[in-house]
């Protein structure tokens, strides 16, 4: 099974800036960053497929962007990264590394391949 460890998370406030990354224990074509707030279920914030099709959630768009090492030979990757930029309070959950397949029109699918999570909290 693969294994996904995260780190970068922190404190940082609001406007501020924060970069994530996350390294599975070999290489993917799918990966994506998802978050969890107290109370709410958890959500898909970014995704990245083998073609670098990425997708947003609407509220992060603009303003985060999922980046990825370069790929090998394959196409395949194992470290992706979730830049934060203009960070807002309610960007404050855990997030989570996910590792995703994809079907024959390159969209994501999330698997339950999980990291353990990195909390990010956004306040002054």
């Known amino acids: 099974q693969v294994h996904l460890v995260e780190s970068g998370g922190g404190w940082v406030q609001p406007g501020g800036s924060l970069k994530l990354s996350c390294t599975a224990s070999?290489?993917?074509?799918?990966m994506g960053w998802y978050r969890q707030a107290p109370g709410r279920q958890r959500e898909m914030v970014a995704t990245?497929?083998?073609?670098?099709?990425?997708?947003?959630?609407?509220?992060v768009r603009g303003r985060f962007a999922i980046l990825r090492d370069n790929a090998s030979g394959d196409g395949a990757w194992n470290t992706v990264y979730l830049q934060m930029d203009s960070v807002k309070p309610e960007d404050t959950a855990v997030y989570y590394c996910?590792?995703?397949?994809?079907?024959?029109?390159?969209?994501?699918?999330?698997?339950?391949?999980w990291g353990q999570g990195t909390q990010v909290t956004v306040s002054s």
């Open positions: 996910n590792i995703g397949t994809l079907d024959y029109f390159d969209r994501y699918h999330p698997t339950n391949t």
């Open positions: 070999e290489n993917v074509f799918g």
């Open positions: 990245l497929t083998y073609s670098n099709r990425r997708n947003y959630d609407s509220s």
